[in-house]
């Protein structure tokens, strides 16, 4: 059988810029070690497999996996696989904002096309409420695994776990020049963020709601370039700790560091406690081919 892919440049419209992603329209008839195999191939931080739903009311059903396991939701293999579908005609192009439906591991979530001149310009993903998990982490030992002294990072802020489909640890960082000091030390570092973390997500905050940050990941590729599950769970934090008034648009500048920088939008709606980012980005095709299997 073959089974046609794309890469693109997620959260960016330059090319060798922003994350890679792949993305298989046709992954229906593929198990899921097949699956495995050739994310493990692909050797990117997410490839993406486009199935057709089981839920009638979502478009497409999207298989997530990293080259070790499945995810149930991450950011912009979602932002990146709808920007290309939009391309292909998937979702038919209308002047502006198409919304639709997907399934995904983390359930069927909304996400929102939005064209100019028949075109996709930007796509946005409504992610799962935000839960706060207390990091309990030792300040000295939390600097030492990112290469830090304590002094790097924010005294008005706390490392917090946070999860909008994903948990992520979030770091503040006292100012944009300590994300550029970061050497982490991988094991120390997953040894105490523990299994079920992600990454840690590094960030200093700018004037004007803008954030600077840095995806560490002490599990596979060290370093991401785009985070869309980690930049929705920053949103929501600020907000949760009144660094971000609800409604307003959060512009983060991810992946500078790597030589890869990425944009990325975030915007959480408030309803009593209940906190629900919405993140956006676009992307650029690179790549296309046929796989044989």
Known sequence: M???????D?????????????????????????????????NLSETVFVQKPTDEDALARLRIFTSKQELKLAGHPVIGTWFLLAELGVVPA???GVHILQETGAGILPVEIRFKDGRPQRV???????????????????????GLSPRDLDPNLEAEIVSTGIFNLMVPLRNRAA???????????RRLQGKNTTMAYCFALGGNGKAFSRGMMPWELYEDAATGSAAGSLGAYLVRHGKL???HTLSILQGVEMGRPSHIEVEVTQSGKKLIPRVSGAAVRVFEGIIRI
């Open 2 to 8: 073959e089974h046609r892919f794309h890469t693109l």
């Open 10 to 42: 997620v959260c960016t419209t330059t090319r060798f810029e922003g994350n890679p992603l792949a993305v298989f329209t046709d992954g229906d008839g593929l198990s899921d070690d097949q699956m495995l195999a050739i994310a493990r191939e692909m």
């Open 94 to 96: 209308q002047e502006g």
């Open 124 to 146: 946005t993903m409504t992610q799962k409420e935000a839960i706060f998990k207390p990091a309990k982490l030792n300040t000295k030992k939390l600097a030492s695994a990112l």
């Open 179 to 189: 994300l550029g000091k970061i050497v982490m030390n991988t094991s120390e570092l």
């Open 245 to 247: 008034a609800p409604g």
